[in-house]
């Protein structure tokens, strides 16, 4: 599943919506609407997310999120390291290889470990 599926099939269930209604609502297949849950389809497109929001009625704030999540939502991630030390390559090789072995709590220190560092990159600017 991807954070976007995850948070669409949220909003379905909080709503009391099948995927079958906000499937006919939206204009496409429950197949898609299923794939997309299940992490089986890519990031959606701006059309769509604009859609989805439209349909549950979202305010900026809600929909900014649903943006930023659909953003991180594509089930197979390329990581360009061209021109950057080794390293990094190795690293993103690395985490490639071993991600579906790695318990949720590791995911999630791995995530806030990551978090803080953008954080105190950004405020030094």
Known sequence: MTPFGEAVRRLRRERGVSQKQMAAALG???AYLSALENGHRGRPSFDFLQRVAGYFNIIWDEADDLFRVASHSHPRVVVDTTGLPAAY???????????RGLPP?????????????????????
Do not use: C, H, Q, S
């Open 105 to 125: 709590d590791a995911v999630t220190e791995l995530t806030e470990t990551l978090d803080r560092i953008v954080f105190l990159r950004e405020k030094a600017r």
């Open 28 to 30: 496409v297949t429950p």
């Open 89 to 99: 390559t190795a690293l993103a090789n690395r985490l490639a290889t071993e991600i």
